[in-house]
């Protein structure tokens, strides 16, 4: 059984485009979630989704930021217009209920 | 919200020795508990969790602790081994999906 997978796991950026992150679920897992890591830092809850459906975003910034997980394909995280401070480590989690969340590989985002 | 503190922040142990890690949380609601460990260059990788109606769990070389009157939980590693060196991570949720971590720490393990 495949892990989480994210992808790309290196994205580079100049300010003002937009950075789109992919995560696949394991097989089996309806539930997922996106966290930012900050250099030596702990993980940041972003946003928490199932099919289709956003059901907490309360760790999204308000702006330029967007989460999705549609009913075929992987779960994307938008970033729009990215900013120096964006950069950072984004996991992405999966669960098959709200329950142990297993972590992806992260996408780690350098905006020039 | 969660507010989770994580004590100490680096810790060297000689091979074999045991190693503790503490961490504190603030919101009372919060019932599960997990830990992680985190590679260089990897995601964090689930290594236990306790929920708040069990005060301790072990798995093998590793334990954790739960007191939920003081609000505190640690992570115990007996016998390390060189591959125990990481970055290890408590997390605590109110909710079951919402993880609060704390800052880290960072476990090195001399041979």
């Known amino acids: 059984n495949a892990g989480v997978m994210q992808n790309p796991r290196h994205l580079v950026r100049r300010r003002g485009q937009e950075a789109r992150l992919r995560c696949s679920p394991m097989k089996g897992h309806s539930h997922v979630y996106w966290y930012r890591q900050l250099p030596e830092e702990g993980l940041k809850f972003m946003v928490y989704l199932q099919k289709e459906n956003i059901i907490d975003e309360s760790g999204m910034p308000k702006e330029r930021f967007s989460a999705e997980f549609p009913k075929e394909g992987p779960s994307i995280l938008r970033i729009q217009q990215v900013v120096r401070g964006d950069s950072a480590a984004y996991f992405c989690?999966?669960?098959?209920?709200?329950?142990?969340?297993?972590f992806g590989p992260g996408t780690r985002l350098t905006v020039t | 919200g969660e507010n989770v503190e994580q004590h100490p922040s680096t810790l060297s142990v000689q091979e074999g020795d045991s190693a503790v890690i503490k961490c504190t949380y603030s919101d009372s609601a919060s019932n599960y508990f997990p830990w992680y460990k985190q590679e260089l260059g990897k995601g964090p990788q689930l290594i236990i969790d306790i929920r708040s109606n069990v005060g301790e769990k072990k798995d093998q070389r590793i334990a954790v602790t739960l007191n939920k009157t003081a609000k505190h939980f640690s992570l115990h590693i007996t016998e390390t081994q060189p591959e125990d060196s990481a970055v290890y991570f408590c997390a605590a949720s109110p909710n079951d999906y919402k993880l609060s971590f704390g800052a880290g720490t960072t476990v090195t393990v001399r041979a």
């Open positions: 989690a999966s669960s098959p209920a709200r329950n142990e969340q297993y």
